[in-house]
């Protein structure tokens, strides 16, 4: 594939900029800094202050004002900006590399064109928003302001392309711990990469791959998790849910975010370390989904019904037949069968 030159329009130095904005005004929440203050830190003109500080209260941010005297904000905001993710992320290769935006179209193609441009292990590209979010097969993925965690990593792992399965099912293990760690309720995983809550997609993943036959060159992993969503759409809201709908209350994306990070670099570890085995058995432990479930699949070539029979070591899915016939799974969309799908 050759190479993109990615477009000014989302490397462009105001999140950078907005980025140190938020840090001054949260390092010190109760503090008033002036506007000249602000506008010499950040290296901007005191009218290109005032307009972020109008941006940011579109935001939610609740910036005060004070006459003549500057500004302060009332509590740390929930966005999720380079320096205030640093600090949860501190000793993890996350921390290191993060491209934040307000707005993107999707942040798994800004990822994969900052993967063609050498850009190191670890580094995140997180977005408030995504104008054409991407989940598997095609689909688009619900991308709502601020109210979700809109994330792609950037992997570069010691793994042969055989293993490559592996870090779907680690990413969604994470995000499963993550969820019922900030939730208390308990959620669940569909192979490969759904977290279910109450028997509703809260999170998906895509993974894709820049490999050769024997070895990586890059992984993207973007994850796509509903936070503080008031409701769903309508076509989806039967099958779709967030973690406010579910518990009744808003949460720290930041918080959610970091857990997520870092539960995920443990199961990434243990992946490079010791292979597919642990991650598959992992997700044994925790997943309805994954023995003697009856589900519905939908695969490239056919539709049928079957039963779960467990994950191979490496991480496929095996499933029995009604004729008996065991098979592995490579890549299938999997749903409950319900009594109506059998007949």
Not at 275 to 280: D, T
């Amino acid at each position: 594939m050759t190479p993109r030159i990615i477009s000014n329009t989302t490397t462009g130095t105001t999140d950078r900029q907005l980025d140190a904005l938020l840090a001054l005004l949260s390092d010190k929440p109760m503090l008033v800094i002036s506007g000249v203050k602000i506008a010499s830190e950040i290296g901007v003109s005191r009218s290109t202050v005032w307009r972020w500080i109008t941006r940011l209260r579109e935001l939610g941010v609740r910036v005060k004002g004070h006459p003549r005297s500057g500004y302060h904000i009332e509590r740390v905001p929930d966005i999720l900006v380079p320096n205030i993710l640093r600090r949860g992320l501190a000793g993890t290769p996350f921390a290191r590399r993060i491209h934040h935006f307000f707005k993107v179209d999707s942040t798994n193609r800004i990822a994969l064109e900052l993967g063609q441009h050498n850009e190191p292990h670890g580094a995140l590209v997180v977005a408030e928003e995504q104008s054409a979010g991407r989940g598997r097969t095609g689909r688009l993925w619900l991308s709502e302001k601020s109210n979700g965690i809109y994330m792609s990593i950037l992997l570069r792992p010691q793994l042969t392309p055989v293993q490559a399965p592996a870090l779907t099912l680690a990413a969604g293990l994470a995000a499963r711990d993550a969820v019922t760690e900030q939730s208390g309720l308990q959620a669940d995983i569909r192979w490969p990469n759904d977290v279910l809550l109450n028997g509703k997609k809260l999170c998906g993943i895509l993974t894709e791959m820049y490999s050769e036959p024997d070895r990586i060159r890059f992984v993207v992993v973007g994850i796509g998790l509903n936070v503080n969503h008031a409701k769903m759409p309508a076509a989806i809201a039967n099958i779709a849910t967030s973690l406010r709908i579910e518990t009744g209350r808003v949460h720290e994306r930041v918080e959610l975010l970091v857990r997520l990070l870092r539960c995920f670099e443990s199961y990434y570890n243990q992946l490079c370390t010791s292979g597919p085995a642990p991650i598959a058995a992992r997700f044994l432990e925790v997943s309805s989904y994954a023995t003697g479930k009856r589900v519905r699949v939908t695969a490239a070539q056919e539709t049928f019904l079957c039963t779960t029979a467990g994950l191979d070591a490496s991480g496929l899915l095996r499933v029995k037949r009604d004729d008996g016939r065991v098979e592995t799974l490579l890549a299938a969309d999997i749903s409950e069968a319900t009594d109506a799908a059998h007949n």
